[in-house]
């Protein structure tokens, strides 16, 4: 079964969601971004903006699966489009991505904006519902957002 994480708190969702996959990647994991095309479209832009020692490798799943298992963070709008199944799914869609059950580890990141916190609300009763343990990071009081 999945381990659900919920990252509340985070000040601006795709600052942190940066961090986040330069962290993992820098430790040798392998993430698939699940999120809308413009949050994607976002996002690759402040992969791209990090420090030229900090660089994020990453695709989108429209890339020919060599690349992608070249990748250690592939960014997609659907689940099925991507060709690698990493261990870690982190989700900045607005819902529970079908096939989530399929990672070891699913992260939602949560930002500080009220509609963003009532519609990770309604995915936190979704996996509840689903009998998924989930775990809680509040971000303001690690200092991490």
């Known amino acids: 079964m999945s381990a659900i994480e919920f990252h509340f708190g985070a000040p601006s969702k795709l600052d942190y969601a940066c961090r986040l996959l330069r962290k993992a990647a820098g430790s040798g ?10 949050t994607l479209q976002a996002l690759d832009a402040g992969l791209w903006a990090t420090s030229p020692t900090d660089f994020v490798a990453h695709c989108v799943a429209t890339a020919d699966a060599f690349v992608q298992q070249q990748c250690p ?9 991507a060709a690698v199944q990493p261990e870690v799914l982190l989700n900045l869609s607005h819902e529970v991505p079908m096939g989530f059950d399929q990672f070891g580890r699913v992260i939602e990141v949560v930002s500080t904006d009220d509609a963003d916190r009532d519609l990770a609300r309604a995915r936190w009763r979704s996996y509840a519902q689903q009998g998924y343990t989930i775990s809680r990071r509040d971000l303001a009081l690690k200092g991490a957002g």
């Open 29 to 38: 994991a392998r993430v698939l971004v699940v999120a809308n095309e413009e």
């Open 73 to 81: 963070v592939v960014l997609t709008t659907h689940i099925g489009h």
